[in-house]
């Protein structure tokens, strides 16, 4: 005999009809979503303030920079000038001013000013804030002058003609060529033995700075160094000019009134005369 709710699958004390509870997962409140939790009405607000703030002051920021009057390039300064007047220079470099400041291109700047100055061995451009374009410049030095008509070429050390000028630089050497027409001559030319002496007069040690009047080149391995008080030095050839300047120097303390000094063998230097 079956009582009642027999064959329903009802548990004892359920009643009989009612749905099953299904227990709600572990660490889930009941009623909660599944999705994540929503930003609630303030902290959306907060967010949009934010943002707000931060485009209007990167917004005012970029203005300041590029659009304001308190940040234009109004001024160019010019330093290390010798040779060269502030005034060439700062033509040359054509810095474009009333625009903003951070918008000046400061390597096209260098660019027009190295190639319309051959003088200038360097050129370094700076935004000096607020209002300011800074240029530094380095001026080639001359080591040796070449006659060019009634006028002279400077060259420097590395061999750069540079300038033309009418009046020859003082203490700077004078290079001449006064070929002998040997085997040597026809072979380098003219302007490989030029250029041996513009080499060696690049090598001169400081001691000789002010001292050497004229570099004579008579052939590849015959290069002589005139000096003042009547003295001169026989070179020789480009080679080894490095060693050669050491020796050289030396060799004057070592002789101070001799009149002739002989480096063209560096490793077997002589003096003589007084």
């Known amino acids: 005999m079956t009582g009642p709710g027999a064959g329903t699958g009802a548990r004892p004390g359920q009643r009989a009809g009612a749905r099953p509870r299904v227990p709600s997962p572990a660490g889930r409140a009941p009623g909660a979503g599944g999705g994540a939790p929503r930003l609630t009405v303030r902290a959306r607000r907060i967010a949009l303030l934010v943002l707000v703030a931060l485009t209007v002051l990167l917004g005012g920021g970029t203005w300041v920079v590029y659009g ?140 000789l700075a002010g001292h050497a009047t004229a570099i004579k080149v008579r052939s590849y391995d015959a290069v002589t160094i005139e000096l003042t008080g009547g003295k001169d030095v026989m070179w020789g050839s480009q080679d080894d000019s490095a060693t050669k300047a050491q020796v050289l120097t030396a060799l004057m303390k070592a002789e101070p009134d001799a009149t002739h000094y002989d480096v063209s063998a560096p490793t077997a230097p002589a003096a003589s005369g007084s």
């Not at 001026?139 to 050390?157: C, I, N, Q, T």
């Not at 020859?168 to 027409?181: A, I, Y």
Request: net charge positive.
């Open 68 to 207: 304001s009057p308190w940040l234009r390039a109004d001024t160019v300064s010019v330093r290390g000038a010798g040779a060269l007047t502030g005034a060439q220079i700062t033509r040359a470099a054509a810095v474009p001013l009333g625009g903003a400041l951070v918008s000046v291109d400061t390597g096209a700047v260098r660019k027009r000013l190295l190639k319309a100055l051959p003088r200038l061995k360097d050129a370094r451009v700076h935004r000096s804030w607020p209002h300011t374009v800074r240029i530094d410049v380095t001026e080639r030095e001359p080591s040796a002058v070449l006659k060019s008509g009634g006028k002279f070429v400077e060259v420097d050390r590395e061999g750069v003609r540079f300038a033309t000028v009418d009046r020859r630089p003082t203490g700077v050497p004078l290079l001449e060529l006064t070929p002998d027409q040997t085997a040597s001559f026809r072979h380098f030319g003219t302007k490989r033995l030029l250029q041996a002496a513009i080499t060696v007069a690049g090598r001169l040690p400081d001691s």
